[in-house]
């Protein structure tokens, strides 16, 4: 067959315009990262990591990612948020309600970046330094009106198929909340039936590969409601949260890529209780897991897309303190051995249960010994307590002691104790006041926090926006469309 000249310049076009085609998309393609890492840290907010930096004397990796922003936090129904709406923001792009997990306002389920990219063919993995059903990482596979379902989150993990859990453990398999939509057994049966391998030991934990298929692996120490124990608390028997992030890529790694979301959920606690250190050490922590992250980024820098965030600030942390005016001195804080959750378990309660009344004598060299607080001392030395310090140190103790006083029940106590043991927060706070670190809460603030990113598109990260816009950029530049035609029902 002859062609004209004009069929031949028909389908001269007609192959340059399938070229132009196949370039854009294959380019298209080639921009979509395969592996995207999300690290939020719980109550991280500029306080927390300055402080970390300041600490270390060097900056965090964190805070040396090329692409830097600023990030407003708040709830649909409440200016300073929780963990439950602001999961649900970065997890699905939509503001909801306190409280509220996966769902929007309205309690319909939306589906999560996370769904998403499972959907999509790609691998996932939850990980987590409190227990894996808990607000934030829940927000990216459950879908409740109250973030206390713990059971119904639990059979939501056992169902969800994603391919790792890694952290801390589950708060109720058995539904002795009694608050279950639907009970279907004892949620760990639920999760092996679901074909996950269930580690609890480091040893267990060490010779998990991908062949091991979905797995879950918690630690051997839980040091209270399912969560990892603080950094500082823990000894070389406890796996950190960079160990389970490292081995979440060895597992995860495959050739449709990965969606790996790491809470450092442990920063939040410390922040609740104004323990600087425990905060600035899990902190630390966090940083380690996210140099992991980076590690594998260095390796595939244009399939890797890493974003580090927090999801709102916590406990009103400030760097100066109007009792040591212009001064600082973070190294203070390096005299405390253990946070003040194992203070009170160790140490406080070991008083409480003496058969004759304690003497507060015998608390001095536990107070020096495990924050590094002095009773006597040389006029220069920073850690000798002042009078007003000791007086407040002793009416603390007191409290502490007597039993049955009703801990918060009352403004003042509230504002100085807030619930906490009172010797153990008194103390954090003469420590970090001594510091030049101050506190105005035991809750969540609305400050804005920081979100740093590198990879393709990273640059998308820089300036001011909301935490809506995490999970909208992200599911952007994966290629699943940020438009909220994504954040609708789960099972559309
Ligand atoms: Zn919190």
């Known amino acids: 067959m002859l062609l004209n000249s004009r069929q031949v310049k028909s389908v001269?076009?007609?192959?340059?315009?399938?070229?132009?085609?196949?370039?854009?998309a294959s380019s298209a393609a080639a921009t979509a990262p395969k592996?995207?890492?999300l690290f939020i840290g719980d109550g991280m907010g500029i306080p927390q990591r300055m402080a970390?930096?300041?600490?270390?004397?060097?900056?965090?990796?964190?805070d040396r990612l090329p692409y830097q922003g600023i990030t407003t936090t708040h709830a649909a129904d409440r200016f300073i948020t929780g963990s439950a709406a602001a999961g649900t923001a970065m997890a699905s792009g939509l503001k909801t309600n306190i409280g509220v997990g996966g769902m929007d306002p309205n309690l319909k389920p939306v589906k999560t970046l996370a769904e998403l990219a499972r959907d999509n063919g790609m691998k996932v993995g939850i990980i987590s330094s409190v227990s894996v059903d808990h607000a934030t990482p829940a927000a990216f596979y459950a879908h409740v009106p109250t973030r206390g379902q713990y059971y119904d989150i639990d059979v939501a993990l056992a169902e969800s198929g994603f391919d790792y859990f890694g952290g801390g453990t589950i708060k109720d398999p058995d539904n002795d909340r009694d608050n279950a939509t639907t009970f279907k057994?004892?949620?760990?049966?639920?999760?092996?039936?679901?074909?996950?391998?269930?580690?609890?030991?480091?040893?267990?934990?060490?010779?998990?590969?991908?062949?091991?298929?979905?797995?879950?692996?918690?630690?051997?120490?839980?040091?209270?409601?399912?969560?990892l124990p603080y950094q500082m608390d823990?000894?070389?028997?406890?796996?950190?949260?960079?160990?389970?992030?490292?081995?979440?890529?060895?597992?995860?790694?495959?050739?449709?890529?990965?969606?790996m979301m790491v809470e450092g959920g442990k920063i939040d606690w410390a922040c609740h209780a104004n323990d600087a250190t425990a905060a600035i050490k899990d902190t630390i922590e966090f940083d380690k897991a996210v140099e992991k992250a980076y590690a594998f980024y260095k390796n595939h820098p244009d399939d890797t897309l890493l974003v580090v965030t927090g999801d709102h600030e916590c406990g009103g942390m400030t760097l100066g303190f109007a009792g040591t005016k212009y001064q600082t001195y973070f190294d203070g804080l390096k005299g405390q051995k253990v946070s003040f959750r194992q203070f009170t378990e160790d140490i406080v309660t070991a008083f409480q249960e003496k058969d004759v009344t304690p003497n507060f004598e015998d608390m001095k060299p536990h107070i020096t010994n495990y924050f590094g607080l002095k009773f006597k001392g040389a006029a220069d030395d920073l850690m000798v307590l002042a009078n007003h310090e000791i007086t407040q140190i002793i009416e603390a103790y007191q409290r502490s002691m007597d039993k049955n006083v009703e801990k918060s029940s009352d403004p003042r106590t509230y504002i100085m104790y807030g619930g906490y043991d009172p010797l153990s927060v008194t103390l954090t706070h003469i420590l970090n006041q001594k510091a030049g670190i101050a506190w105005t809460s035991y809750k969540h603030t609305g400050v804005p926090v920081t979100t740093s990113a590198v990879g393709p598109d990273a640059e998308t990260f820089q300036g001011m926006y909301d935490n809506t816009d995490i999970a909208l950029k992200i599911m952007d530049i994966m290629g699943l469309g940020a438009t909220f035609k994504y954040a609708t029902a789960v099972n559309n």
């Not at 760990?188 to 934990?205: C, H, M, S």
């Not at 823990?234 to 969606?259: H, V, Y």
Request: charged letters at 20%; a negative charge.
């Open 185 to 227: 057994g004892n949620a760990w049966e639920l999760i092996r039936e679901n074909g996950y391998k269930v580690t609890q030991n480091r040893a267990d934990f060490e010779k998990l590969t991908p062949a091991d298929g979905k797995v879950f692996a918690t630690n051997e120490w839980i040091q209270n409601s399912g969560a």
């Open 12 to 24: 001269l076009t007609s192959i340059w315009i399938l070229f132009l085609l196949f370039v854009f």
């Open 52 to 62: 970390a930096n300041e600490y270390l004397g060097h900056k965090l990796l964190v």
């Open 234 to 259: 823990t000894s070389s028997k406890d796996i950190s949260l960079s160990e389970f992030t490292q081995k979440g890529i060895e597992l995860l790694d495959n050739e449709n890529g990965f969606f």
């Open 35 to 37: 592996y995207v890492f």
